[in-house]
């Protein structure tokens, strides 16, 4: 156990000094540390190059497509002007000093029904262009707006780790939701514009990049203008949502299965950019060439994050084939801790060691499940060990999450600045959904 808390320890440490210290890329370094990690753990050579296979290609297979189309839109609507003219307006509309307050609700009410990395994909463009409009930094707009979508992710159904620990534990999906509302607007404000304000305020691009979305160097086509630029970022957004419904409350049939069909991530952001080309051609008079160029620009930063998040999955698939989740585990469960406490605890453990929240949730609804059971927990109470065990599994996103990756490139952070920011944030988030689950222990 000694040896495999210290093997996991020592290869997030390496993680870390090869990028922030030797400035190593982070996609090489991920490789590395994935390879020499495998093989510290007594794993057969060959077993570990099939781990970091199965890693890479299990997050790539989605993640590689809604980056892809994600850029290409994004690329679309930032050389039309389509974003700038978005971010002018709510700007004019809710003014400079309020906007993180509108941004969480938009993280809150987006991240209902989206997944965190789809969300991201498709805003990141509108905070970026904010920052740089109102001259502050990147964070000071996109820290609400990730705390509303990963509080979301981490409580709510449709998302697959609270609907997975949902079905470990018996929770009622109404309660979930409740509680679920309860526990996590308190912790997106907290991480939100509560955190941005204290310490991400100050005015100024300050040291932070230019997102590549936001290339001035790239080519631009005559002006889109505020409607047709929100209708192409609403498309995607309200396909989605409608498939989420259907998918929840329509019964089986060809109807239903159209929706689904529309509302997959992939078919709605296809549908975008073919909405957006055409207005392009169309109604701006843009030429083929240029929309061809436009696009292949906006795909180069795409590799990129493809390829770095696809490395961050690698390494944690390898800590999961090792075994190191099970044994951090049971080192958890021999403590005899309460049982909040302990799905806590144990969420968070597994989290920081291999990364992946919903791996985290899983394991430890598995583990807290005959916990639960021991103690005749009711409805209201079960409810609220699964907030715990979300809030577990969403604190100190570092390294060997993707979504860690996704922050930094998306933003144009360095990983220094990411770990100040969008970790914090994540901790933050989980810290207070942790908290709201004990202040309403008493009352359920």
Same mark, same amino acid.
């Given at each position: 156990?000694?040896?495999?808390?210290?093997?996991?320890?020592?290869?997030?440490?390496?993680?870390?000094?090869?990028?922030?210290?030797?400035?190593?890329?982070?996609?090489? @370094?991920? /490789? %590395?540390?994935?390879?020499?990690?495998? &093989? =510290?753990?007594? +794993?057969?050579?060959?077993?570990?190059?099939? #781990? *970091?296979?199965?890693?890479?290609?299990?997050?790539?297979?989605?993640?590689?497509?809604?980056?892809?189309?994600?850029?290409?839109?994004?690329?679309?609507?930032?050389?039309?002007?389509?974003?700038?003219?978005?971010?002018?307006?709510?700007?004019?509309?809710?003014?400079?000093?309020?906007?993180?307050?509108?941004?969480?609700?938009?993280?809150?009410?987006?991240?209902?029904?989206?997944?965190?990395?789809?969300?991201?994909?498709?805003?990141?463009?509108?905070?970026?262009?904010?920052?740089?409009?109102?001259?502050?930094?990147?964070?000071?707009?996109?820290?609400?707006?990730?705390?509303?979508?990963?509080?979301?992710?981490?409580?709510?159904?449709?998302?697959?780790?609270?609907?997975?620990? @949902?079905? /470990? %534990?018996?929770?009622?999906?109404?309660? &979930? =939701?409740?509680? +679920?509302?309860?526990?996590?607007?308190?912790? #997106? *404000?907290?991480?939100?514009?509560?955190?941005?304000?204290?310490?991400?305020?100050?005015?100024?691009?300050?040291?932070?990049?230019?997102?590549?979305?936001?290339?001035?160097?790239?080519?631009?086509?005559?002006?889109?203008?505020?409607?047709?630029?929100?209708?192409?970022?609403?498309?995607?957004?309200?396909?989605?949502?409608?498939?989420?419904?259907?998918?929840?409350?329509?019964?089986?049939?060809?109807?239903?299965?159209?929706?689904?069909?529309?509302?997959?991530?992939?078919?709605?952001?296809?549908?975008?950019?073919?909405?957006?080309?055409?207005?392009?051609?169309?109604?701006?008079?843009?030429?083929?060439?240029?929309?061809?160029?436009?696009?292949?620009?906006?795909?180069?930063?795409?590799?990129?994050?493809?390829?770095?998040?696809?490395?961050?999955? =690698?390494?944690?698939?390898?800590?999961?084939?090792?075994?190191?989740?099970?044994?951090?585990?049971?080192?958890?469960?021999?403590?005899?801790?309460?049982?909040?406490?302990?799905?806590?605890?144990?969420?968070?453990?597994?989290?920081?060691?291999?990364?992946?929240?919903?791996?985290?949730?899983?394991?430890?609804?598995?583990?807290?499940?005959?916990?639960?059971?021991?103690?005749?927990?009711?409805?209201?109470?079960?409810?609220?060990?699964?907030?715990?065990?979300?809030?577990?599994?969403?604190?100190?996103?570092?390294?060997?999450?993707?979504?860690?990756?996704?922050?930094?490139?998306?933003?144009?952070?360095?990983?220094?600045?990411?770990?100040?920011?969008?970790?914090?944030?994540?901790?933050?988030?989980?810290?207070?959904?942790?908290?709201?689950?004990?202040?309403?222990?008493?009352?359920?």
């Amino acid at each position: 156990m000694v040896m495999t808390l210290t093997i996991v320890a020592l290869s997030i440490a390496a993680v870390v000094l090869l990028v922030l210290r030797l400035r190593m890329q982070p996609f090489l @370094a991920l /490789l %590395l540390v994935a390879l020499v990690t495998g &093989l =510290a753990f007594g +794993g057969d050579p060959i077993k570990v190059i099939d #781990a *970091i296979r199965k890693g890479t290609g299990e997050a790539l297979g989605f993640v590689a497509v809604v980056i892809g189309l994600g850029a290409l839109l994004g690329g679309m609507l930032e050389a039309s002007g389509g974003v700038r003219a978005i971010a002018h307006r709510l700007l004019d509309l809710f003014g400079e000093r309020r906007m993180p307050w509108a941004l969480t609700a938009i993280g809150v009410i987006v991240g209902i029904p989206l997944f965190f990395d789809v969300a991201l994909i498709i805003l990141a463009p509108l905070v970026a262009t904010l920052a740089m409009r109102a001259q502050r930094r990147v964070t000071w707009f996109a820290l609400p707006m990730l705390a509303g979508l990963m509080t979301m992710h981490a409580l709510l159904p449709p998302h697959p780790g609270p609907v997975a620990v @949902a079905e /470990l %534990l018996g929770t009622d999906y109404g309660l &979930l =939701a409740l509680y +679920g509302l309860a526990c996590g607007i308190p912790a #997106a *404000i907290v991480a939100g514009p509560v955190f941005a304000r204290l310490f991400h305020s100050a005015p100024g691009w300050g040291d932070q990049s230019t997102p590549p979305m936001l290339d001035e160097g790239a080519p631009q086509t005559q002006p889109i203008g505020f409607w047709p630029a929100l209708v192409a970022m609403l498309v995607p957004l309200t396909l989605i949502i409608v498939a989420a419904v259907a998918n929840q409350g329509m019964a089986a049939g060809p109807l239903r299965s159209a929706i689904l069909f529309l509302g997959h991530p992939f078919t709605a952001l296809v549908i975008a950019c073919l909405g957006t080309i055409a207005w392009l051609r169309i109604r701006a008079g843009t030429s083929f060439d240029t929309l061809s160029s436009i696009m292949t620009r906006s795909l180069e930063p795409a590799g990129v994050m493809v390829l770095i998040i696809g490395a961050g999955a =690698a390494y944690k698939e390898v800590l999961i084939e090792s075994g190191a989740g099970e044994q951090v585990t049971a080192a958890v469960t021999a403590a005899q801790v309460p049982v909040l406490v302990f799905a806590f605890l144990l969420a968070a453990f597994v989290r920081v060691a291999q990364g992946s929240a919903t791996v985290a949730m899983v394991t430890a609804a598995g583990l807290a499940a005959p916990l639960i059971q021991a103690a005749a927990l009711n409805p209201n109470r079960i409810a609220l060990v699964t907030v715990a065990i979300a809030g577990g599994a969403s604190v100190a996103s570092h390294v060997n999450d993707t979504g860690f990756w996704l922050v930094k490139q998306y933003l144009g952070l360095t990983e220094a600045q990411t770990f100040r920011s969008w970790t914090i944030c994540a901790t933050l988030a989980g810290l207070t959904m942790f908290a709201m689950a004990l202040i309403l222990w008493p009352f359920a």
